[in-house]
């Protein structure tokens, strides 16, 4: 159950209120703790472009590091705060509730951020430029892990068969087709993409408008990390914590090798112990068995 700091503004509401010229973006950024990590997200979402004409809300997963006055304080009014009294579990179980939620709205569109990304001034811009010309589902984050397999008329668009949760926009009517056909699970964006075989394709941009933190994460290792491919990044707070993230990524990954050295160095080590144990199990069965059969002589 989310708990609102103040109620929703819903596009029709500031539409009659005279609030902005329109309201139909649903801009979401769900959040379990590592409150550094969600400001240095949030200083990027701050400088979005067209973020007048959105909802910013932090979905607080029940975070036990901070509470929902913290972040009120913290990030309010520019986002608004809805926080659950308990964690969900994982990030999978938290977009099923956003969802849910954002199905009750009157938003026209989802965007889907995350509490580790880096987002470009320019991506609201991108999204109002393409996404009339997709299915209703667009993601921003051009990632390796999820190849393409087709191009489209639009050059700065691909169409892929998998994405992630991270950095993605979502139509109402997706949204209300995936809570009707695709139950949750722990694997809900694999799920929700195997279903869309077929029925609607996944358009990518091409050079990512948003790019993660580091090399870790939920669905994340060292070794298998979702990185945006030709991510640009435009604002000043996007443009300082991306040379933050290249220090950072310089600094996890040759930590990485030094550990991936070391466990090698380790490994060779127990592997030339256990030959020389074995060789020498040899020789003494060896020298066993010439001793039994020189005994049977005498």
Known sequence: MWILARPLLSP???????????????????????????????????EL?????????????GSTDYSHSDLTQEFAPQAQIVSSPTNSGRADFAVHA???????????RL??????LIVSSSALTFVDAHFSQ??????????????????TD?????VKHSIGFAGTVWSQEVVAEVLRHVPQSTCYDWDICTYMRGRRKIYCATKSQVQHFGTHGQNSTGSSFDFGEGFTPTGQAAISRSLANLERL?????????????????????LRRTAKLQALGLALGATAITAVALWGTL
């Open 134 to 151: 997709t299915e209703g589902i667009l993601s921003l984050l051009n990632a390796s892990a999820h190849p393409a397999y087709a191009s």
């Open 250 to 270: 310089v600094f996890e990954l040759k930590a990485q090798t030094q550990q991936h050295t070391a466990e090698n160095t380790a490994l060779r080590k127990r």
């Open 98 to 108: 956003i969802f849910n939620h954002f199905a009750q709205s009157d938003y026209q």
């Open 49 to 61: 472009d067209g973020l007048t004409h959105a909802d910013l809300v932090i979905f607080n997963d």
């Open 111 to 116: 965007f889907l951020c995350d509490s580790d």
């Open 154 to 158: 639009a050059t700065d668009m691909v």
């Open 12 to 46: 029709s509401l500031a539409l009659r209120w005279g609030r902005i010229p329109f309201m139909k973006t649903l801009i979401a950024v769900p959040a379990f703790n590592r409150l550094d990590r969600l400001r240095d997200t949030m200083s990027t979402v701050f």
